[in-house]
Nanobody, 129 residues
Framework: QVQLVESGGGLVQAGGSLRLSCEAS????????MGWFRQAPGKEREFVAA????????AYADSVKGRFTIARDNAKNTMYLQMNSLKPEDTAVYYC??????????????????????WGQGTQVTVSS
């Protein structure tokens, strides 16, 4: 059973930056596509970004394209989300997740929550105006 632990959230002013990390326990991290999702108060959880097992392929929600960058370091069992030019509407709890299947890249279908079988507890990101 994999455990995913997010960190790096916090309070930042609009226009600022944060880098989130997602550390995975157990074996096999490098075999799975991973994703970031977020949930704002009163809203449904939504897709942010995804990355293939080796890091060659990435997908982003339109709302974060050009501002956020997803990356991973398989040697450290860790995935990252670099968030720049943050806006108040980016305020949410951010979750990382692992694909249900190994060695699969689904393209923009990685945006579906049903693709993921393991989730972290989330880290709060608050952007003040």
């Amino acid at each position: 059973q994999v455990q995913l632990v997010e960190s790096g959230g916090g309070l930042v002013q609009a226009g600022g930056s944060l880098r989130l990390s997602c550390e995975a326990s157990g074996r096999g991290f490098s075999s799975y596509s991973m994703g970031w999702f977020r949930q704002a108060p009163g809203k449904e959880r939504e897709f942010v970004a995804a990355i293939s097992s080796g890091g060659a392929y990435k997908a982003y929600a339109d709302s974060v394209k050009g501002r956020f960058t997803i990356a991973r370091d398989n040697a450290k069992n860790t995935m990252y989300l670099q968030m720049n030019s943050l806006k108040p509407e980016d305020t949410a709890v951010y979750y990382c997740a692992r694909d249900i299947s190994s060695l699969v890249w689904r393209g923009m279908s990685q945006s579906s929550q049903r693709t993921y079988g393991s989730w972290g507890q989330g880290t709060q990101v608050t952007v003040s105006s």
